[in-house]
C-alpha cells in the first residue's frame, strides 16, 4: 500500500545548528513529493517540492531536499536553523500519475533553543 | 491573489446542531480538495472536486458529512448533525491543472463541537 513515513515526531535543535527532517515512502513508481511547513493556528504553506529532474531542490526560507530513489526518501535539510523555524513540518506525496491525492505524513514537530 | 480563503475561522456549536465551513478557492484553479486535520489522524483528505463536480468522497466520514461546490469560486463542507468526535481544523486547498505550484491551503476553520 501506498504510504509516507515521518519516523520523527518531534526534533529539537539549537537556533544555528544544521537541520534534517526525515520522509520516506512506499510505492513502486517515483512519486511527486513536497514538504509543507504549519505555524500555530495557520494553514500550510509549501516549502518545496520535486516532480523529475535534479534531485536535490531548494525551496524558501533557506530549505532544500534530496530525492533518494534507492532509499525512497526525500529528507528536508536546512544548514542554519533560526527561531522562526519552529513549526510543524509535513512531507507529502502524490501518487498514481499525478497528485489529485496528496497523503500527508504525521508531521515533525521542530522546537528551535535560543 | 488573496488566497484561499476560509469561512469561518472558530466554530464553536452544540452537539446535533448543523455547521457550515466554507471555501473560496484561488480564481482559476480548478481542483479544490477538503482535508481534516486532528490530533490523532493528522491530515485527511476527505473530498476533492474538479471543474466543480466531485471525483472521490472516500474520505468522507459518514453521511452526517456532504459537501458540494455550485460554481468554480465556492465550495461547502456540511456536518448534520454535528457530534464532539467532528472537533477538528478543517483545511481547503485548491491547486490549478498540472499544479506545478502543489496545493494551497486556507488557514483553516477550527471546529469545536460541544
Known amino acids: 500500500a501506498q504510504s509516507v513515513t515521518q519516523p520523527d515526531i518531534h526534533i529539537t535543535v539549537s537556533e544555528g545548528a544544521s537541520l534534517e527532517l526525515r520522509c520516506n515512502y512506499s510505492?513502486?513508481?517515483?512519486?511527486?513529493l513536497f514538504w509543507y511547513v504549519q505555524s500555530p493556528g495557520q494553514g500550510l504553506q509549501l516549502l518545496l517540492k520535486?516532480?523529475?529532474?535534479?534531485?536535490l531542490v531548494q525551496g524558501i526560507k533557506g530549505f532544500e531536499a534530496e530525492f533518494k530513489r534507492s532509499q525512497s526518501s526525500f529528507n528536508l535539510r536546512k544548514p542554519s536553523v533560526h527561531w522562526s523555524d519552529a513549526a510543524e513540518y509535513f512531507c507529502?506525496?502524490?501518487?498514481?500519475?499525478?497528485?489529485?491525492?496528496?497523503?500527508f505524513g504525521a508531521g515533525t514537530r521542530l522546537a528551535v533553543h535560543p | 491573489d488573496a488566497g484561499v480563503i476560509q469561512s469561518p475561522r472558530h466554530e464553536v456549536t452544540e452537539m446535533g446542531q448543523e455547521v457550515t465551513l466554507r471555501c473560496k478557492p484561488i480564481?482559476?484553479?480548478?481542483?479544490l480538495f477538503w482535508y481534516r486535520q486532528t490530533m490523532m489522524r493528522g491530515l485527511e483528505l476527505l473530498i476533492y472536486?474538479?471543474?466543480?463536480?466531485?471525483?472521490?468522497d472516500s474520505g468522507m466520514p459518514e453521511d452526517r458529512f456532504s459537501a458540494k461546490m455550485p460554481n468554480a469560486s465556492f465550495s461547502t463542507l456540511k456536518i448534520q448533525p454535528s457530534e464532539p468526535r467532528d472537533s477538528a481544523v478543517y483545511f481547503c486547498?485548491?491547486?490549478?491543472?498540472?499544479?506545478?505550484?502543489?496545493?494551497?491551503f486556507g488557514s483553516g476553520t477550527r471546529l469545536t463541537v460541544v
Open positions: 486547498a485548491s491547486r490549478g491543472l498540472g499544479g506545478v505550484d502543489g496545493y494551497t
Open positions: 510505492y513502486g513508481a517515483t512519486p511527486y
Open positions: 520535486y516532480f523529475s529532474g535534479d534531485t
Open positions: 507529502a506525496v502524490g501518487f498514481s500519475g499525478g497528485y489529485n491525492k496528496l497523503i
Open positions: 480564481s482559476g484553479h480548478d481542483y
Open positions: 472536486f474538479n471543474n466543480n463536480v466531485p471525483i472521490d
